[in-house]
T-cell receptor, first 114, second 112 residues
Framework: GQQLNQSPQSMFIQEGEDVSMNCTSSSIFNTWLWYKQDPGEGPVLLIALYKAGELTSNGRLTAQFGITRKDSFLNISASIPSDVGIYFCAGDPNYGGSQGNLIFGKGTKLSVKP | SQTIHQWPATLVQPVGSPLSLECTVEGTSNPNLYWYRQAAGRGLQLLFYSVGIGQISSEVPQNLSASRPQDRQFILSSKKLLLSDSGFYLC???????????FGNGTRLTVT
């Protein structure tokens, strides 16, 4: 089945650092979405991308829909402690077998550097 | 605006007992509804989805079942819980296939 490869799996951040994560696939996606999940809560939609090449910002967050439609990245600038959590990418694959259900990456866990 | 309610927030149940988790959505009509399970705080596994009342699609064969008795109500059930059913269960809705999902706050289920 369709898979999204999300990397890195985990990373440590120091306050003020920029953070970057990405998702790739061997197949084309129609939509890319980025979510953040805080401990014990449901994922919250951060950014939605609908067009190849689209670059969208939400505060300190910036995400791009890759030109090839097979990848997307999320950048967080000047990280702060409340950025910790798990970030998920999700995509709407461009084939009928998915029945329109989103495919999720396995998540990138952001933690604070000890 | 649309809201999604999921309860209970936490649940501890013995092995072999039944389960019923409920999810309701407000502020929208005929939403797609979803149940996901998340183990160990990581990946999201789609369990069931529904595009309308009484229409349930199962993604993973298992000990659980889902029902949609009303347009904005989605229920996850089990007749007899197994230890492996422990996890974090998330309900979600969307306006249609391929559209962004909006998640509830989840239910932490511990089967003892």
């Amino acid at each position: 089945g369709q898979q999204l490869n999300q990397s890195p799996q985990s990373m440590f951040i120091q306050e003020g650092e920029d953070v970057s994560m990405n998702c790739t696939s061997s197949s084309i996606f129609n939509t890319w979405l980025w979510y953040k999940q805080d401990p014990g809560e449901g994922p919250v939609l951060l950014i939605a991308l609908y067009k190849a090449g689209e670059l969208t910002s939400n505060g300190r967050l910036t995400a791009q829909f890759g030109i090839t439609r097979k990848d997307s990245f999320l950048n967080i600038s000047a990280s702060i402690p409340s950025d910790v959590g798990i970030y998920f990418c999700a995509g709407d694959p461009n084939y009928g077998g998915s029945q329109g259900n989103l495919i999720f990456g396995k998540g990138t866990k952001l933690s604070v550097k000890p | 605006s649309q809201t999604i309610h999921q309860w209970p927030a936490t649940l501890v149940q013995p092995v072999g007992s039944p389960l019923s988790l409920e999810c309701t959505v407000e502020g929208t009509s005929n939403p797609n509804l979803y149940w996901y399970r998340q183990a160990a705080g990581r990946g999201l596994q789609l369990l069931f989805y529904s595009v309308g009342i009484g229409q349930i699609s199962s993604e993973v064969p298992q000990n659980l079942s889902a029902s949609r008795p009303q347009d904005r109500q989605f229920i996850l059930s089990s007749k007899k819980l197994l230890l492996s059913d422990s996890g974090f269960y998330l309900c979600a809705w969307s306006i249609g296939s391929g559209s962004p999902l909006h998640f509830g706050n989840g239910t932490r289920l511990t089967v003892t």
